[in-house]
Nanobody, 123 residues
Framework: QVQLVESGGGLVQAGGSLRLSCAASGRTFSNYNMGWFRQAPGKEREFVGAISNGRGSTYYADSVKGRFTISRDNAKNTVYLQMNSLKSEDTAVYYC????????????????WGQGTQVTVSS
């Protein structure tokens, strides 16, 4: 099992940047594929991006491609979401998720979730 704790959310002006962190417990963090999702009020949880175990391959939703970057530091058991050029539509609660098997873009493919961190972008 792994426990996930997100941090780094807050209020930022449009065009600004934030970096979210997701700290994981456990000794086998490097084996987990990690995903970032977000959920705005009244909307379904949506995929932001993911990073694989092993080589750390990444892919992103079209809505954030070129603006957001996911990275991981296995020595620190942490995955990051660097968010640049933020827009008001990026406002949401951001969640990290982990799974040993899948490297997917749907919430159901991940077994473990953090509690979320709020990101609010003011226009």
């Amino acid at each position: 099992q792994v426990q996930l704790v997100e941090s780094g959310g807050g209020l930022v002006q449009a065009g600004g940047s934030l970096r979210l962190s997701c700290a994981a417990s456990g000794r086998t963090f490097s084996n987990y594929n990690m995903g970032w999702f977000r959920q705005a009020p009244g909307k379904e949880r949506e995929f932001v991006g993911a990073i694989s175990n092993g080589r750390g391959s990444t892919y992103y939703a079209d809505s954030v491609k070129g603006r957001f970057t996911i990275s991981r530091d296995n020595a620190k058991n942490t995955v990051y979401l660097q968010m640049n050029s933020l827009k008001s539509e990026d406002t949401a609660v951001y969640y990290c998720a982990a799974d040993l098997r899948w490297y997917g873009s749907t919430p159901g493919e991940y077994d473990y979730w953090g509690q979320g961190t709020q990101v609010t972008v003011s226009s």
